[in-house]
């Protein structure tokens, strides 16, 4: 009955409704622009949520995040260009409906789909969000150490090929956390006598920097021409089509909830395996690839219940298994607050806010992604020297927002080159990120443990929780590591059999 | 040069700085054993180490001299931002000089100043479609930023009083 009366009170009391709204439609106009994944659309938007209340904020950076999935299937569709990097297996079949002359129908098979997917997936994180974190009451300083490094840990399934430059990545994320006020002992490090300096480098700066910066750089010159169809309309599909890509819809489902709660799986994976999966129990498997509706249902239902089932790991936790989940916790941190039981107990309002406005954009999105549809086109169709500028633009004024600060804009920039070198050098961006963004967490209680037990080290070991974080952790580096070991033997035995 | 091998040592010169600037954490009465120093020597050492095994390996695998073969992955996107490096530079040279600028001109004057410039940087035609899309943006931007979400943006030294 509280929870009735306190979703009322949101509904009612708060502007939930048009902040879930404004998400979904920036999320979608986001995700549709190619190049600009749903994290860099969130990050975009990130350090506008800095003034809002806590509750608003995040219910705004979750609905941003579904309506992203969603719009990157519509250039995926339209021009077989995906707007996310979760909508390249949608780009197979979609492209292939259109090409037929059946952009609508896609389109409306991916839209429906999506929204099955995301309440899939809302369903799956109100049922076992709470239960985890319950664990996570009886957590001492020694457990958070060990949760902070088990975070870490996931860096290993990151590394995007290479695990020293994930790892050297990550160490120099912790080097950026380190810069500022001390937790422990309240001395300045790395300050260089600045002043704005002293409350360190705040992870939105890092994440703008790298993801949406580093794109923008990353695009300067290209030359690629977009045309979108503006005539298109979304044909929503019958109750006999739904029926028929119901068991496409299941098989994403359950594979976009497992990758989801699986560190570094992420929407691609789980929409691409999707795809395999449908065309294996598909009644016309040869359809697949030639213009199949179930080859757009699975991936997009996939891709969306990622959305929702990676804030499991995420609120449960404090684990980020993904790029947009890494820019959520920046925004919970950023507001000071900390994923875990303590979510549950001291800011009920901001998981009501969150479920509830996750809700709302998911049945707007079936009104909103019909009504959107030409902004979208429009949009896309703007010139790209002109789409630059406002973007642009519009990171600057954000970044300025946060402390009204120009040294802030100076470190963004700078971040913006470092991101591009890393680029270069092919050193994945996360691992930076999740060092930037867990670096105090696990520095604060290895000291705070340390001063508990008097700097005897087998506190740790006196704390189960600790163990079995610290266990699972360098299991699943071992795992990643061995792994990556095979893959790189694997050409040169290939080669030595051929 | 192998670019693994300059990565290596472009690590190993930020582990210098990174030390050398360690050395300048003060002692506190209110320090544990660990100290504020502690985590910043351990990352330096971790940091030295990932770069002499990203040298190493990388050397390692240059060993056998074989034909280079252009992999599709080197051809494409990596090809493709080593070549856009200096254009990418620009691209940020134009947000620097937008920073610089910004105290003296302010929000809408800049932000103006920096769609317009990046649109002809990036190729716009020289039209009157720039100064009206740049105008037109400014104005939309500071609508939306400082009028309807009453985010506080720099009016800028030269045109105080006209916008505050």
Redesign the interface.
Known sequence: MTTFWSMFHLLTATPLIPVALIGLTWGILGGALPGISASITMALVLP?TY?MEPAMAIALLACVYIGAEYGGSIPAILIRTPGTNSAAATVIDGYELNRQGRAGEALGISLMSGVVGSLFGLVMLIMLTEPLSWGARAFKPTSYFGLGILGLSVIASMTGGSL??G??AA??G??IA?VGT?P???????T?GVPDLLNGIEPVLVMVGLFA?TE???Q??S?NVLRLKSSIRIRLPSLAMMNKLKRSQFIGCILGTFEGLTPGGGGSIAAFMSYNEARRWSKTPEKFGKGSEEGVAAPETANNTVASAALIPLLSFGIPSSNSTAVLLGGLLMHGLLPGPRLFEQNPQVIDSLYLGSFIAIIAQIGIGIVILPACVWLVNR????R???I???I??GI??LN?S?FD??IA?CL??IG?LM?????PFLPMILGVVLGHMV?SS??RS??LSG?DHSIFLEDPIAVGFLLFAAGFVIFSLTRELRDARKPKIQEAHS | MN??I??GLV?LV?AGL?HR??GA????T???????????RL?TI??VG??G??IV?AMLAQKPVAIPVRTKEASGD?VE??A??P??????L???A??AL??FIG?IAG?AL???????????PRRWTVPI??IG??LL?WAI?VKL??????VGSIFHGLFS
């Open positions: 506008f003034t020293v430059k790892l050297a160490v120099i912790l080097m380190t001390d422990i002992s309240g001395v300045t490090r790395f260089f910066l923008l750089m990353s300067s010159g030359s010139p790209r020297p002109y630059a500028g406002f642009f633009a519009l600057l004024s300025y927002t009204n120009l804009l100076s920039l913006g080159i591009y680029r270069m050098a092919k050193f520095e290895y000291r340390l001063v700097g | 670019k693994d300059v990565s690590l930020i990174y600037a360690s954490i003060a002692d506190s209110l320090a544990d054993e660990v100290g504020a120093a502690g985590l910043p990352l971790a940091l990932l770069a095994i990203l390996r990596e931002d080593d856009r490096l254009r990418a530079l620009g691209f940020l134009l947000g620097a937008y920073i910004l105290p929000y932000v920096l769609i317009g410039a990046v649109a002809l940087y990036e190729g716009a899309a740049a943006g400014a931007y930023f979400l009453g985010v506080n943006q720099p």
